[in-house]
């Protein structure tokens, strides 16, 4: 009959996790296709930076809200 053994040491996770992770872990959605990250190529998407500025035509966003949208700064 093995025994369970109760000494297991929980898995280490390295210092560097977080740093290692790949850009393409950055979350984009169609709701919001711009990440908090600003060095990441998102936010020269012209196809979603097209479909902001159609919200601006559509009255859905004002300007500001447009740019601070494409920056990442509305998350
Ligand atoms: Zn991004």
Known sequence: ???LDCHQVPA???DNFASVLPVEDVEHT???PFCWDGT???HEDDEAIAAVY???ED???TP???TDFVL???L
């Open 30 to 32: 169609p709701l919001q």
């Open 12 to 14: 280490q996770v390295p």
């Open 72 to 74: 990442g700064r509305l």
């Open 54 to 56: 159609q919200a601006v």
């Open 64 to 66: 500001d809200e447009a």
């Open 1 to 3: 009959m093995p025994i």
């Open 40 to 42: 990441c190529d998102c």
């Open 59 to 61: 009255g859905l966003l």
